[in-house]
């Protein structure tokens, strides 16, 4: 005997306007795949843009990286956080090769990016050591307690816990590194020599860190995080 299995089918929903909008203002007017070599989305001197609205998970049914959610309604799919803003280029080549640049990659993208736009409108200026240290310390501690819990060192690492530190990398590890690293740059000369020596390596420690966990790219180097970041601006009484 055959049985019918329903296949769930989904149509596009165009974009609404304010999601469009919102869109627009989470790009900054750059594409949001940190590797792409356009980056701006304007050309020079025009009002010609080459922005495309990516679809993560695809707007109808069967397109690229379907697979990954397909339970998802038409709805969720014309939601902002299911759509990437990118140049032609990069929105031809997610799609025309998924299986290289699946659904969480993308999302990673749309994470970096905003906390890169967060970050770099918002770092702040310090008058004393005491006031930098106050602000750089509590994200050092707080991936410091997600490496313990989650990181790929431990004794034994489960399926479970790798994708808990996938998923807490993304979210906090690296938005917290790219502020701390960002911080340290813009008062460099509350530092000491040792220290910025600490702090460039630790810029290098970020760079590569997120070329393995956003990219994929393991051939970026693995500069391993430096210990004396843990007592940077801190005095000795």
């Known amino acids: 005997m055959t049985r019918n299995v329903e296949v769930k089918t ?28 356009t980056k701006q989305l304007f050309a020079a001197g025009t009002d010609i843009d080459f922005a495309e609205m990516a679809h993560i998970i695809p707007a109808s049914t069967g397109g690229p990286r379907d697979e990954s959610a397909p339970d998802m309604t038409p709805q969720q799919r014309a939601h902002h956080s299911n ?35 967060e970050v770099a409108l918002g770092a702040p ?21 997600i490496f313990t819990h989650y990181g790929p060192l431990r004794e034994a690492v489960t399926e ?17 590194n790219a502020n701390v690293q960002l911080a340290l740059k813009r ?11 600490t702090a460039d390596l630790f810029s290098l420690h970020v760079f590569e860190f997120e070329a393995r966990h956003l990219l994929d790219d393991f051939t970026a180097g693995s500069t391993r995080f430096p210990v004396a970041m843990d007592t940077i601006l801190k005095d000795t009484e």
């Open 10 to 37: 989904c149509e596009r929903l165009a974009l609404s306007t304010e999601t469009k909008r919102r869109l627009w203002s989470e790009s900054g007017g750059y594409c949001q795949n940190p590797q792409c070599t």
């Open 83 to 117: 759509v990437a803003v990118l140049c032609a280029n990069c929105h031809t080549i997610v799609d025309k090769d998924p299986a290289s640049y699946p659904a969480d990659l993308v999302r990673g993208w749309k994470e970096r990016h905003a906390r890169a736009l």
């Open 125 to 145: 200026e310090f008058a004393t050591r005491a006031e930098a240290r106050d602000y750089v310390a509590p994200k050092l501690d707080e991936n410091r307690m």
């Open 160 to 176: 479970e816990g790798a994708a808990q530190w996938r998923r807490h990398v993304v979210a906090t590890v690296i938005p917290n």
């Open 187 to 197: 008062n460099r000369a509350l530092l000491t020599p040792d220290e910025q020596a």
